[in-house]
């Protein structure tokens, strides 16, 4: 079991910056693969970035390549999300995943543990 807990939402403008973080609460966080999802008022859980548990390969959804930047720290359990330049449209709950080796970085069904998330409103 692992218990992952997001911070460092808020309310901020267009064009303005952010990082998250999820904490996770085992050691054994360096074995996961770990992902960022949103969801939007409305809409469905979307995808958003991945990072494989050795830092090897990272992935990103489209609207998001170039402002975004997944990284972890292995040692302080912590996986980040860096948001730059954000847009009204980046507007949604954010949630931190785990999951093993198997499955794909995409589909939010092939995550096994989940955190609260974290509220991130950009306004215009």
């Known amino acids: 079991q692992v218990q992952l807990v997001e911070s460092g939402g808020g309310l901020v403008q267009a064009g303005d910056s952010l990082r998250l973080s999820c904490l996770a609460s085992?050691?054994?966080?360096?074995?996961?693969?770990m992902g960022w999802f949103r969801q939007a008022p409305g809409k469905e859980r979307e995808f958003v970035a991945f990072?494989?548990?050795?830092?090897?390969?990272?992935y990103y959804t489209d609207s998001v390549k170039g402002r975004f930047t997944i990284s972890r720290d292995n040692a302080k359990n912590t996986l980040y999300l860096e948001m730059d330049s954000l847009k009204p449209e980046d507007t949604a709950v954010y949630y931190c995943a785990a999951k093993g080796p198997s499955g794909g970085a995409y589909d939010s069904t092939d995550y096994n543990y989940w955190g609260q998330g974290t509220q991130v409103t950009v306004s215009s």
């Open positions: 990072i494989s548990y050795n830092n090897g390969r990272t």
């Open positions: 085992r050691r054994t966080f360096g074995s996961y693969d």
